[in-house]
C-alpha cells in the first residue's frame, strides 16, 4: 500500500504561483518503481488529468491547458513528488490531487492510477 498526503494549496490571485507536493509513505519510491501524476477536479466537472511523470522522471506529460506553466518533478530519495504551478488562472481553482500506479509510467488515465491522496484546494481569484 502506498499513502499518499498533498500539501501546498492554497488562496492565490491570477498570476501568481504555488507548489504543490505530494509526500509517500509505506510502499515509497525508493522501494517501488511507481509512475505518479497529478489530477484536478473543479465542482461540478470530472475529474482532470494535469500532469505524469515516470519514475525514472525521464518521461512527463503535461495536459494541453497547462503547459508552458506548469512543471511536475519528483524526489525518489525523499519519496515526494512536486507540482510547481506559475502564471496560475481562475480556471486552474480545483482539488488537486497526487495519484500513484504501480510501474514506470501511468499516463494520462486517472482509470490507469492505483493510490490516491485526499486532494488540496487551490482558489486563484481574478
Known amino acids: 500500500q502506498v499513502q499518499l498526503v498533498e500539501s501546498g494549496g492554497g488562496l492565490v490571485q491570477a498570476g501568481g504561483s504555488l507548489r504543490l507536493s505530494c509526500a509517500a509513505s509505506g510502499r515509497t519510491f525508493t522501494n517501488y518503481v511507481m509512475g505518479c501524476g497529478w489530477f484536478r477536479q473543479a465542482p461540478g466537472k470530472e475529474r482532470e488529468f494535469v500532469a505524469a511523470?515516470?519514475?525514472?522522471?525521464?518521461?512527463?506529460n503535461l495536459a494541453d491547458s497547462v503547459k508552458g506553466r506548469f512543471t511536475i518533478s519528483r524526489d525518489n530519495a525523499k519519496n515526494t513528488v512536486s507540482l510547481q504551478m506559475n502564471s496560475l488562472k481562475p480556471e486552474d481553482t480545483a482539488v488537486y490531487y497526487c495519484?500513484?500506479?504501480?510501474?514506470?509510467?501511468?499516463?494520462?488515465?486517472?482509470?490507469?492510477?492505483?493510490?490516491w491522496g485526499q486532494g488540496t484546494q487551490v482558489t486563484v481569484s481574478s
Open positions: 495519484a500513484a500506479v504501480s510501474g514506470n509510467y501511468g499516463g494520462s488515465s486517472p482509470k490507469a492510477y492505483d493510490y
Open positions: 511523470i515516470s519514475w525514472s522522471s525521464t518521461r512527463t
